[in-house]
């Protein structure tokens, strides 16, 4: 299996531009999470999803932020517009999404590294 | 507020010898909570988890350890090898189904040859 895959690796904007990060989950993984990293707060959790359906964005920063899943083999976070405190490396992960912990660990994909100037 | 801490951003150990990476939480709640390794340049991989319900869970040269009176983990590495070198996250989770992970600020291992 390819992993979880993640577009692009690297984006460079300008502050007040739309940006679009992309997620493929691990193919048979019922469960997505976008994840943000930054120096400051660390490897946060934004939203994640079951099913396809968003379970709980409390992560998320503010209305900026939206994420979506149309499918269960595409997802996507986007801000609009964007700020240079977005800065930041954004991970998606994906697992099976079974009732219990056993079994149930996320996968991680490479991340994208966003820079807003 | 961190619920989540590692106190130490790095350690040093010899190869051979053994790596002891430590965590504290705050959150009573957490009852499920996992080790993740990470490379330079790749996102976080799994590397063992436990249950509030043990104390101890081993899996080859990775040890896991769970006092749940002090709030406390540690992670072993037994014998230490130069590819361990990396960045290890502990994280919490409060649902059973370890979904809502909450993460520790990390602490950098450096196996010296």
């Known amino acids: 299996d390819a992993g979880v895959i993640q577009s692009p690796r690297h984006e460079v904007t300008e502050m007040g531009q739309e940006v679009t990060l992309r997620c493929k989950p691990i193919?048979?993984?019922?469960?997505l999470f976008w994840y943000r990293q930054t120096m400051m707060r660390g490897l946060e959790l934004l939203i994640y999803?079951?099913?396809?359906?968003?379970?709980?964005d409390s992560g998320m920063p503010e209305d900026r932020f939206s994420a979506k899943m149309p499918n269960a083999s595409f997802s996507t976070l986007k801000i609009q517009p964007s700020e240079p405190r977005d800065s930041a490396v954004y991970f998606c992960?994906?697992?099976?999404?079974?009732?219990?912990?056993?079994?149930?660990?996320?996968?991680f994909g490479p991340g994208t590294r966003l820079t807003v100037l | 507020d961190q619920q989540v801490k590692q106190n130490s951003p790095s350690l040093s150990v010899q190869e051979g010898r053994i790596s002891i990476l430590n965590c504290d939480y705050t959150?009573?709640?957490?009852?499920?909570f996992l080790w993740y390794k990470k490379y330079p340049a790749e996102g976080p991989t799994f590397l063992i988890s436990?249950?509030?319900?043990?104390d101890k869970n081993e899996d080859g040269r990775f040890t896991v350890f769970l006092n749940k009176s002090a709030k406390h983990l540690s992670l072993h590495i037994v014998p230490s090898q130069p590819g361990d070198s990396a960045v290890y996250f502990c994280?919490?989770?409060?649902?059973?189904?370890?979904?809502?992970?909450?993460f520790g600020g990390g602490t950098r291992l450096m196996v010296k040859p």
């Open positions: 992960a994906s697992s099976l999404g079974t009732g219990g912990w056993k079994g149930n660990e996320q996968f």
């Open positions: 193919s048979g993984h019922n469960s």
């Open positions: 999803f079951n099913n396809n359906v968003p379970i709980d």
């Open positions: 959150n009573s709640m957490f009852d499920y």
């Open positions: 436990i249950s509030s319900i043990k």
């Open positions: 994280a919490a989770s409060i649902d059973n189904a370890g979904n809502m992970l909450t």
